[in-house]
């Protein structure tokens, strides 16, 4: 159980386009999803907070207007990089949480590697 | 703010030999978790701690939540091959949306 999918995987574009990342909970509620930003060989940097049906709560740094989320459910979650450009590339990882003991803990997807040229 | 300092930030070892790593932190936490990361892969869940003292096994893997809840470890028995990757251990606050603060992850490495 607990399981968090994550689309795309990878993708490449060029810069000044826009793209969305989907995190979906495949077997229950996300009452609460996450969504990172990792760098290589480093630990997993906390972009924002989502819960379904209300806006996200931004970390220190981190522009709301570039970083779009919509949590438009409890199983999805959307990130969408406006306006990327190359500085932008990175690991993005979401992880999602329910109110169970077994979807409590946060449970992560498997990430998307953007690469924008 | 919240910090938890992880180590070992690397290990080299070899195939079979047993593993410790720990996290501490100047915060007192509520729930501590160990992830593990492969490349290019988001971190799973190895264990959940909730309960200060508490001592928790999955398979070849036991962790530990701190009497003083500032601190957790994790060991793992017996290395094999695909225990390579990174570690994190993170920290929570409390319950509810509470977001989680990661340790700076242990890479593990072992020779067969």
């Known amino acids: 159980g607990a399981v968090v999918s994550q689309h795309p995987s990878w993708v490449i574009c060029k810069s000044g386009t826009s793209v969305k990342i989907e995190c979906r909970s495949l077997?229950?509620?996300?009452?609460?999803m996450f969504w990172y930003r990792q760098f290589p060989k480093q630990s997993l940097m906390l972009m924002a907070t989502?819960?379904?049906?209300?806006?996200?709560?931004?970390e220190q740094g981190v522009e709301k207007d570039k970083f779009l989320i919509n949590h438009a459910s409890l199983t999805l979650s959307t990130l969408t990089v406006t306006s990327a450009h190359p500085e932008d590339s990175s690991f993005y990882i979401c992880?999602?949480?329910?109110?169970?003991?077994?979807?409590?803990?946060?449970?992560f997807g498997d990430g998307t590697r953007l690469s924008i040229l | 703010g919240q910090q938890l300092n992880q180590s070992p930030q690397s290990m080299f070892i070899q195939e079979g030999e047993d593993v410790s790593m720990n996290c501490t932190s100047s915060?007192?936490?509520?729930?501590w978790l160990w992830y593990k990361q492969d490349p290019g892969e988001g971190p799973v869940l190895l264990i959940a701690?909730?309960?200060?003292?508490e001592l928790t096994s999955n398979g070849r893997l036991t962790a530990q939540f701190g009497i003083t809840r500032k601190d957790s470890f994790l060991n793992i028995s017996a290395s094999i091959p695909s225990d390579v990757g990174i570690y994190f251990c993170?920290?929570?606050?409390?319950?509810?949306?509470?977001?989680?603060?990661f340790g700076q992850g242990t890479r593990l490495t072992i020779n067969p």
């Open positions: 992880s999602a949480r329910g109110d169970s003991p077994s979807n409590q803990p946060q449970h």
């Open positions: 077997d229950f509620q996300a009452t609460t």
């Open positions: 989502s819960n379904e049906g209300s806006k996200a709560t931004y």
């Open positions: 915060s007192i936490f509520n729930t």
């Open positions: 701690l909730y309960k200060a003292g």
């Open positions: 993170a920290g929570q606050l409390g319950w509810g949306a509470q977001k989680l603060v």
